[in-house]
């Protein structure tokens, strides 16, 4: 199943099915990318990241692709388990001269998986 | 051990009081953060410090003031609450240019 994280903000899928996260971001001078999974009660956790040179990076599970020309993100997930059920969030990142990052969130997407 | 960690985890409090979330990491990293996280569940930050000087100051009320006493503490306190402070507050810790960051469990946040 496929989601826009702005417009749909629940994604309900099968276990055992792949999810798609779909994010758009707003800044074309964002240099890096991360995806942020939250589990309820929890702060969010980092899942992948991908710099703006590329346009795929792959981890244990989960693909993110990046389209730079339309300021878009997915994040896959294969074979969706039921402890992958949370809200994902897409973030861009701002390096500052000063140091340190400045992550603006995505609205955020609520992945409910069923048995 | 908690990477980081913020107290009190809940708080309830009335319109106008004071009161103060602190938080700690013990990951040695130089830069923390505070985000707000409404009931919509979106997140922003609201500060940043790296290596005990502010970096990042949104466009956040001044009843808010952040310390950083040393880099592994940053504490938020905040005056005369007001209904729509109420929300979760994340305190985060990253190392310095990466967007990895680290998050608290929260602090929830009610004002009555």
């Known amino acids: 199943g496929e989601s826009v994280g702005l417009h749909l903000p629940t994604l309900s899928v099968q276990e055992g099915d792949n999810s798609i996260i779909n994010c758009a971001y707003s800044?074309?001078?964002?240099?890096?990318f991360i995806w942020y999974k939250q589990e309820s009660g929890k702060g969010p956790q980092f899942i992948i990241d991908?710099?703006?040179?590329?346009d795929k990076r792959q981890g244990q599970r989960v693909t993110v692709l990046l389209n730079k020309t339309v300021k878009h993100l997915s994040l896959q997930i294969a074979a969706t388990q039921p402890g992958d059920s949370a809200v994902y969030f897409c973030?861009?990142?701002?390096?500052?001269?000063?140091?340190?990052?400045?992550?603006?969130f995505g609205t955020g997407t609520q992945l409910k998986v069923e048995l | 051990d908690t990477a980081v960690s913020q107290t009190p985890k809940y708080l309830v409090t009335q319109m106008g009081n004071d009161k103060s979330i602190k938080c700690e990491q013990n990951l040695g990293h130089d830069t923390m953060y505070w985000y707000k996280q409404d009931s919509k569940k979106f997140l922003k930050i609201m500060f940043s410090?790296?290596?005990?000087?502010?970096?990042i100051n949104e466009t956040v009320p001044n009843r808010f003031s952040p310390k950083s006493p040393d880099k592994a503490h940053l504490n938020l306190h905040i005056n005369s609450l007001e209904l729509g402070d109420s929300a979760v507050y994340f305190c985060?810790?990253?190392?310095?240019?990466?967007?990895?960051?680290?998050f608290g469990e929260g602090s929830r946040l009610t004002v009555l």
């Open positions: 410090y790296n290596n005990k000087e502010l970096i």
């Open positions: 991908i710099r703006s040179n590329m």
């Open positions: 985060a810790s990253s190392p310095i240019n990466t967007g990895e960051l680290f």
């Open positions: 973030a861009e990142r701002q390096g500052l001269t000063g140091g340190g990052n400045k992550l603006t």
């Open positions: 800044n074309s001078a964002s240099d890096y």
